[in-house]
C-alpha cells in the first residue's frame, strides 16, 4: 500500500501523547505545552495547526441495534432523556460553530433515527447555511424517512452494513435484517443521497472471509465500501489487536484480484483512504485508524448527546456546554468552550502505546 499512497502535507505529525485522561497532567511529549487556554480569533484552530470545521452531532446514545463491535446484547444504560440536547439547543451550538467556521455537519449517535422528529434537526440546520450535512445510520428506518431527509437538506448517508449475508448480518447486528438495509440503500439513491457510503467494520474470523465480496459489491453498485478497523470503543470492552483486520491486509487482499490506485487527496482530512479500481469501477476506503492513525489531518469535533464537546474519540477531555445552554448563557460562552476543547486537542491518540487507556464512553455514547 505504501508505494501507491500520497504524502498529506499535515502540519503535526501523530506522536506518542501522554495518556487521554484528564487527571493526567497535560503534557504532550517533547512540546512542553501545558493546557488551559484556547484558541485565538478566527477559525477553529488548534496548536497543531489543525483548522476544525466538521462537527459531528450525537442526536442520541440509544439504538435498535446491538452490533457485536458496539454494545453488549443486553444490560445497556442509556441517558435519561431530560440530559439530552433538545433541538433548539443542538442548533444554538451548530450555529455558533457556523460562526467560528464550521462548514460541515455530521448526525450520528447511537442511531441518530430512532430520535423522533429528526427531520425538523435537518431542516434547522440547513437554516443556518451548512454546506454539507450527512448523516451515519443503520439505515433500519431510512427507507421510510429518506425523502424527507433529502428535502430537509440532508445531503448524504453512510450505511453501515457489516456484512452481505443474511444469517451472519443478523449474528454481527444481532438485531434487525439485511433486506431492509439493502433496500433502504436503493432508497436513499433515488432521493439523492449520494454518494452513498457503506461502512463495514472488520472482525478476524466474523466477516474478513467476504472483504472481495464487499470490493464487488462496490464495484457492481458504484457504492464506496469503507472497511474500518476495529477500534476499543466497544461499551462491552472485550476489543483485542487479535480482532484486529488492518487496513493494509485489505489493501493487498483486493489489490491482488483488482488493481487499486489511490485517489490523490493533496488536502486530504477525511479518515479515509480512498482508492479507485483500476479499471474505472469504483472506489473503496480504508479507515485505519488504528493501525495507521490519520490524527495529524484531524478536522473533526464532537457534540455529545448529553451537551459535552470532545475533541478526539480517544480522549476523555469533554467540555461541557448543556450548563452554558441551560443557564442563559451567551452565544460567546459557547464559542469560549469550542475554542478551549480545540486548543486542549492532542496532537493524535495512543492506541499503540502500552499505556493506553480506553476512554470511558464507548462510540455508541460519544457519537461515532
Ligand atoms: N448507528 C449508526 C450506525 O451504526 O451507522 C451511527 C452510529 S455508529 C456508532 C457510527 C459508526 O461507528 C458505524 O459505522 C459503526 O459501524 C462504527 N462503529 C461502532 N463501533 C465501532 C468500533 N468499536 N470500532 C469501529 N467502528 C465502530
Ligand atoms: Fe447501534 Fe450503530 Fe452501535 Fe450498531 S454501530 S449498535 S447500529 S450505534
Redesign the pocket.
Known amino acids: 500500500m505504501d508505494q501507491v499512497r500520497t504524502p498529506v502535507p499535515v502540519a503535526p505529525v501523530a506522536v506518542s501523547v501522554r495518556r487521554h485522561r484528564p487527571d493526567v497532567a497535560r503534557v504532550v511529549e517533547g512540546a512542553g505545552i501545558t493546557g488551559g487556554d484556547e484558541s485565538p480569533e478566527g477559525p477553529l484552530r488548534d496548536r497543531y495547526g489543525r483548522v476544525h470545521d466538521d462537527l459531528r452531532i450525537s442526536v442520541t446514545d440509544r ?1 435498535n ?3 457485536v463491535y ?2 453488549p446484547e443486553e444490560g445497556m444504560t442509556f441517558l435519561p432523556h431530560g440530559q439530552l440536547l433538545s433541538f433548539e439547543e443542538i442548533e444554538r451550538v451548530a450555529r455558533v460553530a457556523r460562526e467560528l467556521g464550521v462548514r460541515a455537519i455530521r448526525l450520528t ?3 441518530p433515527l430512532v430520535r423522533r422528529d429528526v427531520v425538523d434537526l435537518v431542516a434547522r440546520l440547513k437554516r443556518l447555511g451548512f454546506e454539507d450535512i450527512a448523516m451515519t445510520t ?1 439505515a433500519t428506518r431510512l427507507a421510510g424517512l429518506a425523502p424527507a431527509l433529502a428535502a430537509a437538506g440532508l445531503t448524504r448517508v453512510n450505511i ?1 452494513c457489516d456484512s452481505l449475508r443474511p444469517e451472519r448480518f443478523a449474528a454481527l ?1 444481532r438485531r434487525g435484517d439485511l433486506s431492509t438495509v439493502l433496500h433502504a440503500m436503493d432508497v436513499a439513491e433515488e432521493c439523492g443521497l449520494a454518494p452513498l457510503k457503506v461502512n463495514v467494520v472488520l472482525l478476524r474470523g466474523r466477516n474478513d472471509d467476504e472483504i472481495l465480496d464487499f470490493a464487488g459489491f462496490a464495484r457492481d453498485t458504484g457504492r464506496i465500501v469503507r472497511f474500518i478497523e476495529f477500534m476499543p470503543l466497544d461499551a462491552q470492552g472485550e476489543w483485542g489487536p487479535e480482532q484486529l483486520v488492518r487496513g493494509r491486509e485489505v489493501f493487498e487482499r483486493i489489490h491482488a484480484v483488482w488493481p487499486l490506485e489511490e485517489v490523490p487527496e493533496p488536502d486530504r482530512v477525511a479518515p479515509a483512504v480512498r482508492f479507485r479500481f483500476v479499471d474505472g469501477r469504483g472506489e473503496i476506503g480504508l479507515i485505519s485508524t488504528v493501525s495507521e492513525p490519520f490524527c495529524g489531518t484531524c478536522n473533526r469535533l464532537r457534540l455529545t448527546a448529553d451537551g459535552s464537546i470532545r475533541n478526539c474519540l480517544f480522549s476523555d477531555d469533554e467540555h461541557v456546554v448543556r450548563d452554558i445552554l441551560r443557564s442563559r448563557g451567551t452565544d460567546e460562552e459557547i464559542a469560549a468552550v469550542l475554542r478551549r476543547a480545540v486548543w486542549a486537542k492532542f496532537p493524535g491518540h495512543a492506541i499503540n502505546e502500552p499505556d493506553f487507556l480506553r476512554p470511558h464512553r464507548s ?2 455514547m460519544i457519537g ?1
Open positions: 439504538c441495534l446491538r452490533c458496539c454494545m449517535g447511537g442511531e443503520n453501515s447486528r462510540m455508541s461515532g
